[in-house]
């Protein structure tokens, strides 16, 4: 599988958080930093899509808003 491949620099305390973050996951540094860009972009196009949406639609309403409550189980 081909890999794009980045050198980065972070503060060291970020940097050793990082690694025990990883070992607690049960994983490497590289998958780690994957999925937590991997979770940053789809968290950054859900605000796009949801911007759009109050654009086009409007903010959803309140009756709306607690449907989607219950639909969570919230």
Do not use: Y
């Not at 970020?14 to 607690?24: K, M, N, P």
């Not at 994983?27 to 780690?32: D, I």
């Not at 309403?61 to 607690?66: G, L, N, R």
Request: hydrophobic residues 40%.
């Amino acid at each position: 599988m081909p890999v794009d491949r980045f050198s980065l620099t972070m503060d060291p305390e970020l940097g050793a958080a990082v690694r025990e973050a990883a070992e607690r996951a049960g994983t490497t540094v590289s998958a780690w930093l994957s999925q937590a860009a991997a979770d940053r972009v789809r968290n950054e196009l859900l605000r796009i899509a949801l911007d759009r949406w109050d654009e086009e639609d409007g903010p959803p309403t309140e009756a709306e808003m607690e449907q989607a409550r219950r639909d969570l189980g919230l």
